[in-house]
């Protein structure tokens, strides 16, 4: 598409749905209003202020987050239970987190605080299987990116414990054995 024409088309948009189109879960309907509203209909607003904790390490949860305004942390545990910054991520980033919790009943895996007072976008499991019904293959092409971007994210933690293992592998045979 024309870059001027995107761009005429993003000014006449609700604030929403210019977010929308600009996730990647919904890359396949970006230029496509009608759906980017049906989609938009999944959401409703949270407000985060400053320090709130939106999800929880080790609750159970099923929502999807998308950052209007504002900026979030991830954080994770030690095993020594302190906490850490894995990431900061941004309104201005067009991001979103969470998206395990629409296709597993499951434990977070990280904590989210909102950073700064935030708007975020919020839908959840029950909600996205029921715009499955509707919806099927829209629904389809969301759950298609969540499984691309959910595979892609696999491939590099194996990348990494491969890694990790190759340098205590090297760290072991390099250092001396005291008998």
């Not at 959401?43 to 080790?58: N, P, T």
């Not at 998206?99 to 975020?120: W, Y």
């Amino acid at each position: 598409m024309d870059e001027n024409l995107s761009e005429k088309i993003s000014e006449t948009l609700s604030e929403n749905l210019s977010k929308l189109r600009n996730i990647v879960l919904f890359k396949d309907f970006k230029d496509n209003i009608e759906v980017l509203e049906k989609i938009e209909g999944l959401f409703s607003e949270k407000i985060s202020k400053k320090g709130d904790v939106i999800i929880k390490e080790g609750d159970e949860g099923d929502e999807l987050y998308i950052i209007k305004t504002g900026s979030v942390l991830i954080l994770k545990n030690t095993l020594q239970n302190e906490a850490y910054t894995v990431v900061k991520l941004s309104a201005q980033q067009h991001v979103f987190f969470g998206e395990i919790g629409l296709l597993l009943n499951d434990k977070r895996s990280a904590t989210v605080t909102a950073e700064v007072d935030s708007t975020l976008l919020m839908t959840n499991r029950k909600k996205f299987l029921e715009f499955g019904e509707q919806e099927a293959y829209i629904a389809l092409l969301i759950t298609r990116q969540i499984a691309q971007i959910l595979s892609k994210r696999l491939l590099k933690s194996n990348q990494d414990v491969v890694t990790l293992f190759s340098a205590l592998v090297d760290e072991i045979e390099g250092g001396t054995v005291m008998d």
